[in-house]
């Protein structure tokens, strides 16, 4: 029998890791990833200020996991009734049980001009080009607008307006910098506490905040929206996200037992979960990481199923994270259950979660190079 995990992000290593101490010896497993390394997404906005944070982010998969055969190769299509996937180089894959957890794509909402001109921030080659850019705009004294104002748009905000303080521009007077929402109000989907707290601490920093704006087109050097137009010489852009083209660009629906067909599962942002308590689940590296016990779990279960011949019961997914944590630039904002902490204690809460994260899966020394730059920032 063979299981394959698509995807070694939070969720698919996570997927990985437990079936390889759970699944029978008699059973194969392989993991498939883009790339050769397991990369901390939500930490990859600190590159652009501090670009050594790379490597403490970046942990080979082949350091984590044990048993699992690594095959580095996109996938470029698959069929979750039959388990035949297709990889960019030409190879096929076939799985009897596997978990679709390749992650998701920037969401560019046909925005005329956005894709061209925007970077986007899922990769730590987009921290680099962003930080490039921005370093450029700084020192000619321009405009930077960050599109979306989601955890991950408020944490590049940050870290360029700490950038440029750091170059020696003051911000707003020498560098605007400005946070772009189309909804209400910023990090949108968290509590009322959390988001004036986080919008404290964006203005605290100089950081322009524009909510109930809609980007309708973006054209070289400016972004044009439903109210007044912004200049733009470094554009990024972090406003949704969407399925993998190896998805056809879609996230699909999957109930709170991550059950997409009868051989697999879907987890992490590959999906759109729908929770135990029947509330849409929140795309977040929170809540992959606890969606992928749940995953593994199942997949375990189905393989014993399948050997038995019998349909097992599954293990159904309760959303439930102790809190949220955003950095803004040298700052954090923590959530713990309903108090909010700024200042020192959020970012210390903010530095233990990343250090524990990688300690968990087996990278301590990664663990400690990025608690130092932490430290650093």
Not at 120 to 134: G, N, Q, Y
Not at 167 to 194: I, W
């Amino acid at each position: 029998m063979h299981v394959a995990v698509l995807g070694a992000g939070y969720a698919g290593l996570g997927v990985a890791r437990r079936l390889e101490r759970s699944l029978p010896p008699d059973v194969d497993l392989t993991v498939v990833d883009d790339g050769p390394d397991h990369v901390l997404t939500h930490e990859i906005h600190r590159a652009v200020r501090r670009p050594a944070v790379a490597e403490a982010v970046r942990v080979p998969l082949a350091d984590v996991l044990d048993r699992a055969e690594i095959v580095t190769d996109p996938v470029d299509s698959f069929d979750p009734e039959t388990g035949h996937v297709e990889l960019a180089s030409g190879d096929t894959l076939q799985y009897d049980y596997g978990a679709v957890a390749f992650g998701s794509d920037t969401a560019y909402y046909g925005i005329d001009g956005l894709r061209e001109h925007a970077h986007p921030l899922k990769t730590l080659e987009d921290a680099a080009a962003i930080r490039e850019d921005a370093l450029d705009t700084i020192a000619d004294g321009g405009d930077v607008v960050v599109g979306g104002a989601g955890l991950s748009g408020v944490q590049v905000a940050g870290e360029i307006a700490a950038l440029a303080r750091e170059e020696g521009a003051t911000v707003p007077e020498d560098v605007s910098v400005t946070l772009v929402e189309q909804l209400e109000t910023v990090a949108p989907n968290f509590p009322a506490n959390f988001r004036r707290a986080v919008r404290e601490a964006l203005v605290d920093r100089g950081i322009e905040i524009r909510t109930d704006t809609t980007v309708t087109a973006v054209g070289d050097g400016e972004v044009v929206t439903d109210g007044r137009d912004l200049s733009a010489d470094t554009l990024v852009w972090t406003g949704g996200i969407a399925g993998q083209p190896a998805a056809d660009g879609d996230r699909p629906v999957v109930q709170a037992d991550l059950r997409l067909t009868d051989r697999t599962l879907a987890v992490g942002d590959a999906a759109r979960v729908v929770g135990a308590d029947g509330e849409a689940v929140p795309a977040s590296a929170s809540a992959a990481i606890r969606e992928a016990k749940t995953a593994a779990t199942n997949l375990e279960r189905l393989v014993d199923g399948g050997t038995d011949g019998f349909s097992p019961r599954l293990a159904r997914y309760r959303f439930d994270v102790p809190g949220w944590l955003v950095s803004v630039g040298d700052g954090a904002v923590a959530q713990l259950g309903p108090t909010v902490l700024t200042g020192a204690a959020a970012k210390a809460a903010k530095t233990t979660v990343g250090a524990g994260y990688l300690t968990s899966v087996g990278a301590a020394q990664k663990a400690v190079e990025l608690t130092e730059n932490e430290i650093l920032s």
